[in-house]
């Protein structure tokens, strides 16, 4: 999931007819036909990222915000462009869609694309915001890990990732849940894009 904070240059591209599935805050790459598909840091010498997907590709799944449900799912389907946030910015990302299994954002470290196509995670030692790390790319600063005492940021997208259906606002917070109903476990940061 990717909720903007403030971004530089929104644009659009053709979805790369073998893209399947990329969800919003995902790592993307431009291909030599000019089509858009997820970013994959094994192959770093030709797939540069490019930005962050604003827009999903795919199947509808539970609990999942869409902008029109005719759609199912899939942002593009009608005009097959999808938005991609480049050039600077900040977002919101969630763990689940965004990063490696296991990863635990801290203020301040860099993040690179990772060889799981699209996600970011941990940069090597050696990082810097000024080129390749350990034959890495940079992508990424987490700005804020969101930790539980910093409390609740309403989205203003109503009952997303709500079990009981009710139209509150999802929270983001280091760890966001929604208490008394067993509600699934949404963890985010606020990132600073660097490509």
């Known amino acids: 999931m990717l909720i903007p904070f403030y971004h530089v240059i929104p644009a659009t591209y053709p979805v790369d007819s073998a893209a399947t599935s990329i969800k919003k805050g995902q790592v993307v790459t431009l291909t030599t036909d000019g089509t858009v598909k997820l970013a994959d840091g094994s192959n770093a010498a030709t797939e540069q990222p490019l930005g962050l997907a604003g827009d999903s590709v795919g199947t509808l799944t539970a609990g999942q915000f869409v902008n029109r449900v005719s759609d199912y799912g899939n942002d ?102 929604y208490p008394g109903n067993g509600g699934p476990v949404r963890a985010f940061c606020r990132i600073q894009l660097l490509i």
């Open 76 to 177: 593009t389907g009608a005009s097959g462009q999808i938005t991609v946030y480049q050039n600077g910015g900040q977002f919101y990302v969630d763990y689940e869609d965004c990063f490696v299994t296991g990863y635990s954002a801290t203020t301040g470290e860099l993040l690179v694309l990772s060889t799981d196509p699209g996600l970011m995670d941990t940069a090597p030692a050696d990082a810097t915001i000024w080129g390749v790390a350990s034959g890495k790319q940079i992508v990424a600063r987490v700005v804020d890990d969101l930790a539980a005492t910093q409390g609740a940021l309403p989205t203003g997208i109503p009952g997303e990732y709500e079990p009981s259906g009710s139209h509150e606002d999802i929270e983001l917070s280091g760890a966001s849940n």
